[in-house]
């Protein structure tokens, strides 16, 4: 089994204790650093773990289609290292959930962790329209600020992001070949959906006339011809 943890090295100074947090925290704040603390608004340390971004959701979930809330996934026994991770993910407060993804023939699972948090819209004293940073854990807690300011909340948004973990299997392929699997499982997904579509399409077009003139005959409706489209 090989395991692969995505915890970013060049973080571990910056996962520290109580006392070396709240310097960190009072320095971003003093410089206004507010993109800095939207890191550490729930989390004990700033999050270790990389964007998964676009272009990875999409392989990862061609080929780990199905997920599972870690305490729930029971496909597979998750690795030592791997829990290890879960528990120091839990333990610093870094995600609002946790999952597994998985493939149920091929699992070659991959531990998500995603983010999300949401902002306030609100009209101040003066009537102005502002926004807060996505700061909050609910909207419900986004529009408690909002009343305990003393302002009208307009509306809330929020903002998800998602982050690797961990992935773990007999043999952990570079990004290259799992995008070449992704895009024969997509093919195989959708090849065969879009030949029968245009195979449809394609009798559509020979009996085009014959449909034609029967509207024209009156024979079917303008509803029945868009129909054949």
Same mark, same amino acid.
């Given at each position: 089994m090989t395991i692969q943890s995505f915890k970013n090295a060049e973080l571990e100074n910056v996962i520290f204790g109580? @006392? @070396?947090q709240e310097e960190w925290k009072e320095l971003a704040a003093e410089l206004g650093m507010g #993109?800095?603390?939207s890191f550490v608004k729930a989390a *004990? +340390?700033?999050?270790p773990y990389p964007l998964l971004n676009q272009s990875m959701q999409n392989v990862f979930g061609a080929l780990c289609p199905s997920k599972a809330e870690f305490k #729930? !996934? +029971? *496909?597979t026994p998750i690795p030592l290292e791997v829990l290890k991770e879960l528990s120091f993910c839990v333990k610093e407060n870094y995600f609002s959930t946790i999952h597994i993804w998985y493939d149920d023939k091929a699992p070659d699972p991959i531990a998500v962790g995603t983010v999300t948090r949401h902002q306030a819209y609100y009209k101040d004293a003066t009537g102005d329209t502002k926004s807060t #940073? !996505? @700061?909050f854990e609910s909207s419900a807690q986004a529009k408690n600020w909002c009343?305990?300011?003393? !302002?009208?909340?307009?509306?809330t948004y929020q903002e998800t992001n998602q982050y690797i973990i961990a992935r773990w299997a007999d043999e952990? $392929?570079?990004?290259p070949e799992l995008k070449a699997m992704a895009l024969e499982r997509l093919k195989d997904r959708y090849v065969s959906e879009w030949s029968k579509a245009l195979k449809e399409l394609q009798s559509k077009l020979a009996s085009a006339e014959e449909t034609l003139n029967l509207y024209l005959l009156g024979e079917i409706s303008e509803w029945?011809? $868009? $129909?054949?489209?």
């Open positions: 109580v @006392e @070396e #993109a800095q603390l *004990k +340390s700033p999050l #729930a !996934y +029971s *496909k #940073a !996505y @700061e009343e305990t300011m003393g !302002y009208t909340c307009v509306n952990l $392929r570079p990004m029945d011809l $868009r $129909r054949n489209l």
